[in-house]
């Protein structure tokens, strides 16, 4: 274990980390990690809520080793390959309705980045909204459109043309108490960001059904419609940014499919192949045939293996159900987390939908946050064998996004360490 902790320190990139977790893992299956010394880990991060199959789904497995024996890599915008048909046929089945038509990446900042330039071409338009607390990718595109300071404070300037408006964030906003007024006034603040901070030439507004990195925040039920609403009067395309909420992940098979409205390109990566790596961006026929010759192409985009990875696990989510499942489960989890909040008040909220769960800790009824106690319960909670993230726009919300497998028993191991955690690390502040 020693020899490889060191060989990172020698030859791998890691000072955009704060830290690497201090343990190697070997192998892994289910909602389990296992290091190189035998001890196993109960993964509540999902690979940041990639493997919602499970790690080493046996199923997606199988699917990729058949597809490896066969073919491997031939460029697949140059050939036709059957995997990459059948998953898009399948995309365009389970995407919200009019969403046909599929391209592939690699990762989620790519699929981004072919996700904005689609719509400048379709539009003719230039500019974009985004969302303060953002989070799009790392790449300079994505960055440009994110609006978490944190993720981008160095490595500007960044694109012109991008403009933000107010997250709909309503534990810390002046509507606290009142999540739809939040909902309301925040779509409404679209209204004024294209009258007075743009020119009038907005390709798209871009947002996440539920914001990740930036804190698990799930905006109000009211907000796409109203939010819609308004992009249909200036003719602006919707941009769903689903990378981390996808294919379950939140109750349903996308998180939009909560709010009523119908984007108009989803962007999908992360749980589309159960740790595979692809991502990809569907819309409607029109809007897709706004790409001429030599407007766009992917060397790796489309990966047999990954494609044929990624039917297998969309399958394996609707067979066992798993986005009912999710919605489940995460409500009991839910509900114990609100409990273990009424005796614990370093717990600001719990919020989330489906297994998309964070838990926002501040020090004080000013929500002061608390992010050096966030860190402390994430290494608490290493030290008792469970793995959890760390995220939010102040870097003190813990994020519970383990597979969507995950049984109510793990969900009990997880929440009764959490507990423990909690309380180690709170009990300094009472001293």
């Known amino acids: 274990m020693a020899d490889t902790i060191q060989k990172y320190k020698d030859y791998v990139m890691t000072g955009f980390m704060k830290s690497v977790v201090p343990i190697v893992i070997d ?59 059948d998953l898009a046929e399948k995309l365009a089945h389970i995407a919200p309705r009019g969403l046909t038509k599929t391209f592939f990446g690699n990762g989620g900042a790519e699929a981004i980045e072919g996700a904005l330039k689609l719509a400048r071409l379709y539009t003719g338009k230039h500019e974009f909204i985004a969302l303060h607390a953002s ?32 997250a709909p964030y309503a534990y810390r906003s002046q509507w606290r108490s009142d999540p739809e007024e939040c909902g309301r006034q925040c779509a409404r603040a679209i209204e004024d960001v294209i009258r007075f901070t743009t020119s009038g030439d907005v390709a798209a507004f871009i947002a996440e059904p539920v914001m990740g990195e930036g804190g698990i925040i799930v905006p109000p039920p009211n907000y796409f419609k109203e939010v819609k609403k308004i992009l249909d009067q200036h003719g602006i395309l919707f941009i769903a940014d689903e990378v981390q909420s996808g294919f379950g992940r939140c109750g349903k098979m996308f998180a939009i499919e909560y709010y009523g409205v119908e984007p108009d390109i989803l962007v999908t990566a992360k749980g589309i192949a159960d740790g595979f790596p692809l991502s990809a961006f569907t819309t409607r026929l029109e809007i897709a045939a706004a790409f001429k010759p030599g407007d766009h192409l992917s060397t790796f985009g489309g990966n047999p293996i990954s494609c044929a990875a990624a039917l297998a696990n969309i399958e394996f989510l ?18 114990k987390l609100r409990e273990l909040q009424r005796h614990n008040s370093l717990i600001g909220e719990v919020r989330g939908t489906g297994l998309m769960i964070g838990v926002e800790l501040v020090k004080d009824e000013q929500l002061t946050p608390a992010t050096s106690e966030a860190e402390a319960i994430r290494d608490a909670l290493l030290r008792q064998g469970v793995l959890v993230g760390v995220g939010g726009v102040y870097g003190n919300v813990i994020r519970f996004q383990p597979p969507l497998i995950i049984t109510r028993q793990q969900i009990d191991q997880a929440l009764g360490a959490f507990a423990v955690a909690l309380q180690e690390v709170a009990q300094p502040a009472h001293v």
Not at 32 to 43: A, C, H, K, P, S
Request: glycine share 12%; charged share 15%.
């Open 27 to 85: 192998h892994a299956s289910g909602v389990t990690v296992t290091d190189v010394n035998g001890r196993e880990y109960l993964d509540c991060f999902a690979g940041i809520s990639v493997v919602n199959a499970g790690h080493c789904n046996p199923q997606v497995i199988a699917a990729a080793k058949a597809q490896m024996e066969k073919l491997v890599h031939c460029s697949s915008y140059i050939y036709h390959v059957q995997p990459v048909a």
């Open 135 to 166: 989070f799009h990718g790392r790449s300079w595109g994505a960055l440009s459109v994110t609006g978490n300071m944190g993720r981008k404070k160095r490595g500007g300037p960044y694109a012109s043309g991008v403009t933000f408006a107010p």
């Open 318 to 335: 609707e067979k066992e159900h798993l986005p009912a499942r999710a919605a489940e489960t995460g409500n009991y989890a839910m509900a």
